[in-house]
């Protein structure tokens, strides 16, 4: 559902039902994988983020402390 957060969307907007949730290769995200209760022929707008990294830049991981 929507959270109303951004102040674009109203909340309690239905989205979808997650049907899977699985934990990324470092244990610090999750992918959540989502049936979507749109039918998307009636769609007007459609916002897509699209992940192109499959593993983090090495600048973002922590440093061992000294």
Do not use: H, W
């Amino acid at each position: 559902m929507t959270s109303g957060k951004g102040g674009v969307y109203p909340s309690g907007l239905l989205i979808g039902e997650i049907v899977s949730v699985e934990p990324d290769e470092y244990g610090l995200t999750q992918n959540a994988y989502i049936r979507p209760t749109a039918d998307f022929f009636a769609l007007d707008y459609v916002y897509i983020i699209e992940r192109t990294s499959t593993t983090l830049d090495p600048e973002l991981l922590e440093e061992e402390p000294s």
